[in-house]
């Protein structure tokens, strides 16, 4: 075990909150099947549905236990909005349920009369979000059925009857074939319940809660599309094979998949960030509700593509879900409008909010205490032992590595602190070892030789022999020696284990003949972890052994040649090496399952860092005064822009973080890693790649990666560096295969 088990992030749901989600999961899997949500149209609200919540205390779930209400956290209200949104429920429940939520926190009797007849169910009161003066007639969700609209109007609480409330209501066809209706059906002179900043900074409390849910509710719908999709592709059959196993077919689910488990994991965070009070709030809150309307619009399109002609009927379900995705978030206005919202939260000043500070909601995403306590430690080694060497050595990838500072990192203990005691390790946790990358990154000191060693030594340490492990372990631990990796050749490219370099064992040693490419670090380093085919009379997978190759053996060549990411890379030759025996790691065509080992470390590895490098390197760009003494930021194109990479931003390091709560809890998640990886990478690229635009001309002017640069020569660097993050570690391609085998269950798309 390489990492201790030390509890800090929390990505677990508690038991309560387990049998919250279990309970509302059944419930409306029951009340609201395909059959009943079709029922409920044109009208949009199924009256039976939303009795069966009024008798389980839905709509007074976030209204305080001392005023009649359930008392739930915001977390609990996501846990049922989302098991809404897998089933389409019929009913305006986030409108409702925050509408008496907001009434729960405003003064005055008028407010506690009006609470107490919604939380009996005499009357239903819904949150009208729109704007007050607005130039068309807004609509309110729920309105086509609900007594009373609560809003904000004139700096103030407002609260509007129904005009006619013995009017029969009136069907307005919409596209979600919810229950909408126009402000104008309602009073318009309102009842005022509170006025004053306080009043209005609760009601803008409720709008983020409003849209931290509705981004959960949008992420279960999306997600119960594509396990449709899904389904029927495994079934449907054509040209001999289920539909699912065509890359075509599966890899835009994968997509679709990874982008639905961070819009999740996003809402998560935004609620935490809410009930906590965090000044964080209104940006994660903003974030979450637009990239879960854009990805819910994506995963639907796609799981209806999926379906191919049959995907239009109306008879499908699916088209249900599509229909609602992109409905549902619509009815406040447009949802681009939320990036202004983004980088006003970020880079100017939000509106107030006020929430009540429900304390934890039992999720954290952060590193812990003891994590941030390490990393303070380590900044303080840095300042003192790296920094003479900062400008000289700075470089993200092999070109930074110095031989005397990793001896210093070895004694310090910093080199490889995860490993267990036994070997020179400190049995570090896999939180502090997440906020000691950080440091190096910080410092600009690069972790490519450490993270590369480490994936040898784990593999070492778990199949290699007690005299290999006594000669290459100490050394690696003491910052002595270094390790490449020699899996891709010529031919093989990312199909690894179609490797031809042949290992043939003489009697006394190995003798190993062959070529390797993209083994970087081999110019530097002193060992390669390298695989061999020992065995051409199996199948590929089952003939393969691999070998931990001292580099200093004769027969082996090394030519290095530079990359467009300012990276040196190697082909490496191998003729008549002579390898002892020891060196072999792992059983005689036992290969693959020590390789397994070595990719599913490095599988999880996102740039999540590189993104926010890239961010601020374009955010200082943005902020420089012009000639005519305007800044970019000032443009609301630009700032929305700059929003749109820092939604992408979160997301990633949302699917990063839960990758690495799974590892370090021993959760069973194996698509979260790929997930982080693909998420983080494809999005680096199409960041930069606008950003870059975005920049232009000055974008155009190479720089190093930091070192002072300017923020548009950051952009370039990153730029360059972006291309090969899809295809290091494992290419964006394997990733979505193993998402949509592992995540969705579809079959294998690979062979």
């Not at 068309?136 to 700096?155: K, N, Q, T």
Request: charged share 25%.
């Amino acid at each position: 075990m390489l990492y201790a088990p030390v509890k800090s992030m929390q990505l677990r749901l508690t038991e309560e909150q387990e049998i919250v989600r279990s309970t509302f999961a059944r419930l409306f899997a029951e009340e609201s099947t395909p059959e009943r949500v079709r029922g409920a149209e044109p009208l949009g609200f199924d009256s039976k549905l939303h009795d069966k919540l009024l008798g389980a205390g839905v709509p007074g779930l976030r209204v305080p236990e001392a005023l009649g209400g359930g008392g739930g956290t915001l977390l609990d209200l996501l846990l049922v909005a989302e098991q809404a949104g897998r089933c389409l429920a019929s009913v305006p429940l986030l409108e409702e349920v925050l509408a008496l939520a907001l009434l729960a926190r405003l003064p005055g009797e008028d407010a506690r009369e009006w609470l107490q007849c919604g939380l009996a169910g005499k009357r239903l009161i819904v949150l009208d979000l729109a704007a007050a003066g607005a130039a068309l007639d807004p609509l309110v969700s729920g309105g086509a059925v609900a007594d009373a609209v609560l809003g904000l109007d004139d700096e103030a609480v407002v609260l509007r009857q129904r005009s006619d409330p013995n009017a029969k209501p009136v069907p307005l066809a919409n596209l979600g074939s919810g229950a909408l209706a126009p402000r104008s059906g309602f009073d318009a002179a309102p009842e005022v319940l509170a006025r004053g900043a306080d009043a209005v900074a609760t009601f803008e409390g409720m709008r983020l809660e409003w849209k931290i849910a509705t981004a959960a509710a949008l992420a279960g719908l999306a997600r119960a599309a594509l396990e449709q999709a899904a389904s029927y592709a495994s079934e449907r059959v054509q040209f001999g094979r289920p539909i699912g196993s065509f890359q075509g077919v599966a890899h835009p689910l994968a997509d679709s998949a990874t982008e639905v488990a961070g819009a999740r994991l996003l809402s998560w965070k935004a609620a935490a960030s809410l009930a906590g009070g965090d000044a964080s709030a209104a940006a994660l809150a903003s974030m979450a509700f637009h990239w879960a309307s854009a990805s819910a619009t994506r995963a639907v399109a796609r799981a209806l593509h999926s379906f191919g002609g049959s995907g239009l009927s109306l008879e499908g379900d699916i088209q249900l879900y599509h229909r609602r995705a992109k409905a549902w978030a619509l009815w406040p206005g447009d949802p681009e409008d939320e990036l202004d919202r983004v980088a006003e939260a970020l880079w100017g000043d939000t509106p107030a909010f006020d929430v009540d500070r429900e304390g934890e909601v039992g999720i954290d995403f952060g590193y812990g205490e003891a994590a941030e306590r390490y990393a303070a430690a380590a900044r303080a080694f840095f300042e003192k032992q790296w920094s003479p060497l900062r400008n000289a050595r700075r470089h993200y990838a092999w070109e930074g590595y110095d031989p005397e500072f990793w001896k210093a990192l070895g004694a310090a203990g910093f080199l490889y602190p995860a490993w267990p005691k036994v070997f020179g390790g400190e049995a570090r946790s896999r939180y502090e070892m997440e906020a000691l990358a950080a440091v190096f990154f910080d410092f600009g000191c690069t972790r490519h030789p450490i993270d590369t060693t480490g994936m040898v030594a784990a593999a070492v340490m778990q199949f290699g022999s007690e005299e290999l492990k006594a000669e290459v372990l100490p050394r690696f631990a003491r910052g002595e020696a270094i390790s490449s990796l020699g899996y891709s050749e010529p031919g093989s490219g990312s199909d690894i284990a179609a490797a031809q370099t042949r290992a043939v064992f003489t009697g006394e040693a190995w003798r190993i003949d062959g070529q390797k490419m993209f083994t970087s670090g081999a110019n530097l380093g002193d060992y390669v972890f390298l695989l061999a085919r020992t065995d051409s009379e199996v199948p590929k997978h089952r003939g393969l052994t691999l070998f931990l190759v001292p580099l200093d053996r004769e027969g082996i060549e090394v030519r290095p040649f530079e990359t467009l990411s300012d990276e040196c890379t190697n082909a490496t030759y191998y003729e008549n090496v002579q390898v002892e025996d020891r060196y072999r790691v792992g059983e005689v065509d036992g290969g693959w399952q020590v390789l397994n080992l070595a990719l599913e470390l490095e599988h999880g590895k996102g740039v999540v860092l590189e993104q926010r490098a890239l961010l601020e390197g374009a955010l200082d760009w943005a902020r420089t005064l012009r000639r005519d003494g305007t800044r970019p930021t000032a443009d609301q194109g630009v700032r929305r822009r700059l929003a749109r990479a820092a939604i992408h931003t979160e997301v990633a390091d949302a699917l990063h973080r839960a990758a690495l709560f799974a590892a370090a809890e021993g959760e069973r998640a194996s698509a979260m890693g790929p997930m982080a990886k693909l998420f983080s990478s494809d999005r680096f690229i199409l960041d930069a790649a606008d950003l870059m635009d975005l920049c232009a001309p000055d974008s155009l002017l190479r720089g190093r990666h930091g070192g002072g640069d300017a923020g548009a020569a950051a952009v370039e660097f990153a730029y360059r560096l972006s291309t090969a993050t899809s295809i290091y570690g494992g290419t964006s391609e394997i990733m979505k295969s193993i998402i949509a085998q592992e995540s969705l269950g579809l079959p294998r798309s690979r062979s």
